[in-house]
């Protein structure tokens, strides 16, 4: 027989994350740990006997190593098809497409999203469920409680599956269908937007920058962006995946995506520039001389979905991350749609998608998606940015501007501080809970606090309650001020602090950022002791 049954002892630190589990490459890299949260995934799901599983990742360091494994121990539980992309390639709204597109059980991604990549860097594995979006926290809880009982994995022991050959193997009774990455995705782009004003605009001299941060969306976009819709050759930059991301953070903001940022803002900027992430679903958006944070990107592209036929419908409804700005909220006030505030990371819109409550979601962190799949998309942003444009026909800046004089500007930045000891940082957080009840009503200088919580989520569909999802501080006039912690960081912890400021008067939109909100940092440093707790004078990056 070709199935093994290994003899494993449990690790203890494999909690899921907001996307996953992500550690180092040489935590991984441990006996048996790969195998162990792989087998903890198998063992926390019922009836997958037969069925389909999608395998791939953004092509980061490990990623061929994992993806073998994951395959040998798919074919050894029972699952009797795996879908895996040429090269063990499939960027996360990829996969999350091929799930849905083959009606199969679920799907392994490998990815540590904007992550570094490398023998020392970050690598991540996350489990989709059969509507293509990340595992709820019913799943990715009992998958936890799994990694620290088990005691054995199954795996066949056959030879590696030639993952650079399109075509059918068969490993210990399980068929391997090593496919296209790119096909099923780019079909699905032609259906959403309108390739041929694309098309036209672009061979109307329109010039447009896409980075793919040397990370997993170079393959798609050069085929959409430069062979499907004519991009001159060049357009795309750093379009192969790289192993290490070419030694950077594939992280497209605005520290991580300089070179990009600074191009855009030249007196020869080309008229749209946009990046993505390590695993493709996140985006970055600007337009010559001006960024387009992701909250107001959100905004926008709810307010002109209906632009692009695959929304010419118009929306159900939108949904934004808490801490994501409010800048959405007044589209959806307007077109007299939903707006649903969920917890930070993606698994919270699926119920709302799936329920068909809302069409169009997004998060402050670069995450743009719509019911086409069930993960953000970074490409899918930039080609319903590049609609839009070619149907109105104005500069981004412009469109910015309108948009900003029609609902008012929410200024907003995210202070973040990176690897900060957890103790100082759970005492930061513990801090501030302690004094919730205390706040309402409290000024600081020209600013007085309306309600403080810690937000909790109730999920419309399912019922179920999450709870500490950050703290939210909510001043008179709609300024706020929110504090979390990153599930996603590998070394430490990382405090968030979110700041926002509604802007309502048009002859007010043209003040700098850090300048409109400096008065709410300082009071979020009053109030959570930032320096003194962190030691940080300043945030490591802010965004
Ligand atoms: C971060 C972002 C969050 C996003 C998550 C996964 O989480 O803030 O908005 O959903 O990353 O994105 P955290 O817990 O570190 O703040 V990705 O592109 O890593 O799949
Ligand atoms: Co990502």
């Known amino acids: 027989m070709t199935i093994k049954t290994v003899t494993t002892a449990p690790y203890t630190d494999q909690k899921p994350g907001t996307s996953g589990l992500r550690k180092k490459v040489p935590v991984f890299q441990q006996q048996n740990y790969a195998e162990n949260f792989i087998q903890a995934i198998f063992d926390s799901l019922e009836g997958f006997e037969g069925e389909t599983l999608v395998i791939g990742g953004d092509g980061r360091y490990y990623n061929r190593e994992v993806i073998q494994l994951a395959i040998k121990m798919a074919a050894a539980n029972g699952f009797g098809r795996v879908l895996v992309g040429r090269g063990g390639i499939l960027s996360t709204p990829a996969a999350s497409n091929v799930i849905r597109k083959n009606r199969a059980f679920g799907g392994i991604v490998l990815?540590?999203?904007?992550?570094?990549?490398?023998?020392?860097?970050?690598?991540?594995?996350?489990?989709?469920?059969?509507?293509?979006?990340?595992?709820?926290?019913?799943?990715?809880?009992?998958?936890?409680?799994?990694?620290?009982?088990?005691?054995?994995?199954?795996?066949?022991?056959?030879?590696?599956?030639?993952?650079?050959?399109?075509?059918?193997?068969?490993?210990?009774?399980?068929?391997?269908?090593?496919?296209?990455?790119?096909?099923?995705?780019?079909?699905?782009?032609?259906?959403?937007?309108?390739?041929?004003?694309?098309?036209?605009?672009?061979?109307?001299?329109?010039?447009?920058?896409?980075?793919?941060?040397?990370?997993?969306?170079?393959?798609?976009?050069?085929?959409?962006?430069?062979?499907?819709?004519?991009?001159?050759?060049?357009?795309?930059?750093?379009?192969?995946?790289?192993?290490?991301?070419?030694?950077?953070?594939?992280?497209?903001?605005?520290?991580?995506a300089r070179a990009l940022y600074e191009t855009?803002?030249?007196?020869?900027?080309?008229?749209?520039?946009?990046?993505?992430?390590?695993?493709?679903?996140?985006?970055?958006?600007?337009?010559?001389?001006?960024f387009v944070t992701p909250s107001d990107s959100l905004a926008l592209l709810a307010a002109n979905a209906h632009l692009a036929p695959g929304y010419a419908q118009g929306l159900a409804g939108i949904a934004r991350s808490m801490p994501t700005s409010g800048a959405a909220d007044r589209v959806a006030e307007k077109l007299g749609i939903g707006l649903y505030e969920t917890p930070t990371g993606w698994k919270f819109f699926g119920n709302l998608l799936d329920a068909g409550l809302a069409t169009i979601c997004g998060e402050e962190s670069a995450g743009t998606g719509s019911n086409h799949v069930r993960e953000k998309d970074g490409l899918w942003a930039v080609l319903l940015w590049l609609n839009i444009l070619a149907v109105r026909k104005e500069s981004v800046l412009d469109i910015v501007k309108q948009h900003w004089a029609s609902f008012g500007r929410n200024y907003y930045s995210r202070h973040d501080y990176e690897e900060v000891d957890s103790e100082a940082a759970n005492g930061l957080m513990a801090n501030l809970r302690d004094q919730l009840a205390t706040l309402p009503g409290k000024r600081f200088g020209a600013l007085t606090v309306e309600t403080a919580d810690d937000f909790a989520y109730n999920d419309p569909v399912d019922q179920s309650v999450s709870r500490n999802q950050g703290i939210r501080i909510l001043f008179e006039g709609g300024s706020r001020v929110v504090f979390r912690l990153s599930g996603t960081g590998t070394s430490g912890a990382t405090l968030r602090v979110y700041i926002e400021r509604?802007?309502?008067?048009?002859?007010?939109?043209?003040?700098?950022?850090?300048?409109?909100?400096?008065?709410?940092?300082?009071?979020?440093?009053?109030?959570?002791?930032?320096k003194a707790r962190t030691g940080r004078q300043e945030p490591s990056v802010i965004t």
Request: hydrophobic letters at 40%.
């Open 502 to 530: 509604y802007e309502p008067d048009a002859a007010r939109h043209d003040i700098d950022t850090q300048e409109a909100l400096a008065d709410l940092i300082a009071v979020a440093d009053e109030i959570a002791s930032i």
């Open 264 to 290: 855009m803002m030249a007196d020869d900027a080309p008229d749209f520039g946009a990046a993505s992430d390590g695993d493709g679903d996140r985006n970055l958006i600007i337009g010559r001389g001006i």
């Open 111 to 256: 990815s540590a999203s904007h992550n570094p990549g490398g023998p020392t860097e970050d690598f991540g594995i996350k489990y989709n469920i059969g509507n293509g979006g990340p595992a709820p926290e019913k799943i990715t809880d009992a998958i936890f409680a799994r990694t620290k009982t088990i005691d054995s994995y199954k795996i066949a022991d056959v030879e590696d599956v030639n993952l650079d050959l399109e075509g059918t193997h068969e490993i210990a009774g399980m068929t391997v269908n090593v496919i296209d990455p790119v096909a099923d995705y780019a079909e699905l782009m032609e259906q959403l937007f309108d390739f041929e004003a694309i098309s036209d605009l672009l061979a109307g001299g329109f010039r447009i920058v896409f980075d793919a941060m040397s990370a997993v969306t170079g393959p798609y976009a050069k085929e959409i962006l430069e062979n499907r819709l004519g991009a001159a050759k060049g357009s795309v930059l750093n379009f192969m995946p790289l192993p290490d991301f070419g030694g950077h953070h594939p992280d497209p903001n605005l520290v991580h």
